[in-house]
């Protein structure tokens, strides 16, 4: 019997291989797939590189998409409901990957203002599964939080939820969390345009791992022109790959979408993926399928100079940020390159960590951010 076609984005790690026993599978550039390499194909594995829509789909036979990553934007939804095309996404994959990466600019933003945990107002937009985990992060330090997210109710009042202009006002660091959407009641698009960047401290950071649409990149970069001691943490961008320059070199740190992108947040997305599509198709075999990480983790030393300093010490350690901003202000031509040989990393739950080398007020914290102790 002849078996059915799947397209899939070459980059897609750990996915090579897996399917050939139950598809023809071709394997493409993400941005370069169009219309007529799907004219036989029922299915499609992509990355955020695809844009699904009506261009690209109309008249083919797919009735199946999997994006390997959280954010869906690139998927016309609307269309593939309308041509009943099932879709599905890999909710959470990476949340520790982006979670680490955040932290990690926490860090370097802290050392550069001189200031400890409990200086700061961490403010956190959107409470879902990346932001509500920042939020255990910086509370098992005691990090003062507020949380803005329109869509959820505490009744147990635990979450400090506070108003979006009270957050804006209080907070030192904001951190942005939200999905990429443009209708509904509470549209995330711009919404970090100059209104937005005025009611915030003077000196305040501003970190966006979520989806670059979500600030309007000029209006940051007249802000940061005009506000010398504000500053931004950027990983994505509006127009990804071709970024603004000059943005990028107002920025404290900036990268190249790469937040998401440990080997255990990339075998997770790829996992996730693979399962719902053997699911779909009536291939139960592939709800076996788990990747295998070829990667050791590094003896990690610890440093007892002070709280800041093991911390600092210690993720330096797991993902050295700054030399993710480097390479990308040094080469900004290279965003998609660098995404594609991008250094091995991996995510504190790959870490077995010896209790004994470490205080026990440490232990619980560590535990709390995912490592094994
Ligand atoms: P999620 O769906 O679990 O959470 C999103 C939260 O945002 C939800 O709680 C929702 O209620 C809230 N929200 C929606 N609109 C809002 C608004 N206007 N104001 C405040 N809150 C709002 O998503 P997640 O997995 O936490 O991912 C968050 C973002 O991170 C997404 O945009 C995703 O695409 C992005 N992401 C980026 C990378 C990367 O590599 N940079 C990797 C993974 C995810």
Not at 196 to 206: G, V, Y
Not at 308 to 314: I, Q, R
């Amino acid at each position: 019997m002849k078996k059915p076609l799947i397209v899939i984005d070459d980059e897609i790690p750990f996915v090579f291989g897996v399917l050939e026993a139950f598809f023809e599978v071709h394997y493409l550039p993400g941005a370069k797939i169009t219309n007529s390499d799907l004219k036989n194909a029922l299915a499609l594995l992509v990355r955020t590189r695809t844009r699904c829509d009506k261009t690209l789909l109309k008249n083919t036979p797919v009735q199946f998409i999997a994006t390997a990553t959280v954010g869906e934007d690139h998927l016309d939804t609307e269309y593939l409901i309308q041509k009943n095309i099932k879709w599905t996404n890999a909710a959470g994959a990476n949340s520790q990957s982006v979670v680490t990466y955040t932290w990690c600019a926490i860090l370097e933003i802290l050392k550069f203002k001189k200031q400890k945990f409990r200086d700061i107002q961490l403010g956190i937009i959107g409470y879902g599964k990346i932001g509500s985990t920042l939020y255990q992060w910086a509370r098992a330090l005691e990090i003062p939080c507020l949380v803005y997210d329109p869509f959820i109710s505490d009744p147990s009042k635990q979450v400090p939820l506070t108003s979006f202009e009270n957050l804006l006002k209080q907070s030192d660091i904001v951190s942005l969390h939200v999905p990429l959407t443009s209708t509904g009641p509470y549209p995330t698009k711009a919404l970090f345009a100059q209104t937005t960047l005025e009611k915030m401290k003077k000196n305040a950071f501003l970190i966006n791992t979520s989806r670059g649409e979500v600030v309007d990149n000029q209006a940051l970069f007249n802000h940061l022109q005009s506000h010398p001691d504000f500053g931004a943490v950027l990983d994505v961008w509006e127009k990804e790959p071709h970024i603004h320059l000059e943005l990028l070199e107002k920025v404290f740190i900036g990268t190249p979408h790469i937040a998401g992108y440990s080997l255990d947040g990339k075998a997770n997305a790829s996992k996730q993926a693979i399962h719902v599509l053997g699911d779909f198709f009536g291939f139960h075999e592939l709800k076996k399928f788990k990747p295998v990480i070829q990667s050791e983790t590094n003896e990690l030393s610890f440093e007892a100079n002070g709280e800041f300093s093991f911390y600092h010490n210690l993720f330096t350690q797991i993902y050295p940020i700054l030399r993710d901003n480097e390479a990308l202000k040094k080469s900004p031509s290279s965003f998609e390159s660098l995404r594609k040989h991008y250094p091995k990393r991996r995510d504190p739950s790959a870490y077995s960590l010896k209790s004994y080398e470490i205080q026990q007020k440490n232990q619980s914290v560590l535990k709390k951010m995912g490592f094994v102790l």
